[in-house]
């Protein structure tokens, strides 16, 4: 049994006996629960602060663990309503959408097989590099002082190395995750009201950074190959925007990889409408092995400070490792070196430290290797599936990197009905008129093949789908 299931069946336990107790009641000490319960220190330690956490034990330093009175019950009697008239009668007010976002990050009931999720799956993360990472960095003289504003020296300059030429050191700004980082860069090189170009379709959540910062995102077509840049170029003179958001490896949710053929036009474009190009290069670590390699990014091809790149360790390692890095020249690096001051002041020392321990250790390389190999296999089981037990739908496109299907749909299907049959069927997907900033040409699934626990419950995911799509009217 893991470390992990040990807690959590020790805090099932103590919380069903807690009743045997008189309230302020003394629980039995550490060492006696190790004795009877034959768990280790640590265990007891751990389930003894899920309970504090909880508010159903209190702990007293030399005195002991107690069981703590019950919550006092808060009636909220007040009126809200009055918020209504002051958020909307600020100038500028925009709404928030967040819908995209929190159906990515909503984690489905228990029976439901997830196939919307945008992080893989534990057994799929380094779940003991970074566990030791995190102890060795915790040892790490002055590991809990103030970083450097700009990040680590040494993990900005891995960061440097690992984006390539011409990106050095100095260019490079350590930031809280990807999301964080796409959030930096749209507020500091946007300003509110303007354009801003993005693929089409493209991930909910930089629609909704772009909407919250007061930017009115202006969709350019792509197909297998990447963006169109014939349509970039129409976009570019007919709204006279100067930011276009991609995602040339792997694209989220299509998974298309930017063609070589089009990577220099689309820099010239953006170039000649004296604009920056968002490189978001966060699927980069996760190419499946066997197939082509992914193009250098486009920041590699870029003397002039055109591209802004952002890479991320999140995706391949674990969702709480919110480390990403934007590296961009000139004018532009001051001003989100600025802006990030203002909005974060800096990412917390011990995750940078953790962070540049687990990529400077060959468990990384290691896990990368491991974390490939794996993608294959679930991305064939997932496209398998579909041809089995969904013959009537279009062939999807095969990726050649990252975690996602982008599965076109019978011109007459309702997705929405379909994925709220799907998860009444015990299976969650995402429905594709999240990742359009307009109109949607026809109906979409994004199918997460990194979140279901098994290539065997993602299968059966993919059964239960079938299903749920006899159940819809035709």
């Not at 060795?136 to 891995?158: F, M, V």
């Not at 390699?293 to 490792?321: F, M, N, Y």
């Not at 398998?384 to 011109?411: D, K, N």
């Amino acid at each position: 049994m893991s470390d992990g299931s040990s807690v959590a069946s020790l805090v099932t336990q103590l919380r069903s006996e807690l009743e045997r107790y008189p309230i302020e009641g003394k629980l039995p000490s550490s060492r006696e629960l190790v004795r009877q319960l034959k768990v280790s220190p640590v265990t007891v330690s751990r389930a003894i602060s899920a309970l504090a956490a909880e508010g159903l034990v209190i702990t007293r330093p030399g005195a002991g663990v107690f069981r703590a009175p019950p919550p006092r019950e808060v009636v909220v009697t007040g009126d809200v309503s009055w918020q209504e008239v002051a958020l909307s009668s600020q100038s500028g007010t925009r709404a928030i959408d967040a819908s995209g976002v929190l159906t990515a990050l909503s984690d489905p009931p228990s029976g439901v097989i997830d196939l919307n999720g945008g992080y893989t799956h534990p057994s799929l993360q380094p779940e003991r590099e970074l566990a030791a990472a995190s102890a060795r960095a915790g040892r790490r003289p002055g590991a809990w002082t103030r970083p450097p504003i700009c990040g680590l020296p040494e993990l900005r300059a891995w960061f440097a190395r690992d984006i390539g030429s011409p990106v050095n050191v100095e260019n490079v700004l350590v930031t809280s995750g990807g999301q964080s980082a796409l959030t930096t860069a749209l507020r500091a090189l946007g300003a509110p009201g303007a354009p801003v170009l993005v693929e089409s379709p493209t991930y909910p959540g930089m629609l909704a950074i772009a909407r919250a910062s007061g930017l009115r995102p202006v969709p350019v077509p792509m197909d297998r190959d990447g963006v169109r840049p014939e349509l970039l170029a129409d976009a570019f003179r007919d709204t006279g925007a100067r930011l276009f958001v991609c995602q040339p490896a792997f694209q989220n949710p299509t998974g298309a990889v930017l063609c070589a053929e089009r990577r220099a036009e689309v820099l010239r474009i953006a170039r000649d409408a004296g604009a920056f190009v968002i490189e978001d290069d966060f699927a980069r670590l996760m190419a499946h092995p066997g197939s082509p390699a992914p193009p250098p990014p486009l920041v590699a091809d870029d003397p002039d400070g055109v591209v802004v790149h952002i890479r991320s360790l999140t995706k391949p390692a674990s969702p709480s490792l919110r480390i990403s890095a934007l590296a961009a020249r000139g004018p532009a690096l001051e001003r989100l070196r600025g802006l990030h001051a203002v909005e974060s002041f800096f990412v917390p020392r011990p995750l940078q430290e953790t962070a540049l321990e687990l990529v400077s250790s060959p468990a990384w390389t290691r896990h990368l290797r491991t974390l490939a190999a794996s993608l294959r296999e679930r991305r064939d089981v997932a496209v398998s599936a579909l041809r089995e037990f969904l013959p009537s739908w279009a062939t999807v496109p095969v990726p050649t990197g990252g975690y996602h299907l982008w599965q076109p749909l019978p011109g007459f299907a309702d997705e929405t009905a379909l994925t709220s049959a799907a998860f009444r069927a015990g299976v969650a997907v995402t429905p594709g008129r999240l990742y359009f900033a307009a109109e949607a040409p026809g109906p979409y699934l994004r199918l997460s093949y990194v979140s279901a626990a098994t290539g065997t419950q993602l299968r059966d995911g993919i059964r239960r789908l079938s299903q749920a799509y006899q159940e819809i009217p035709g």
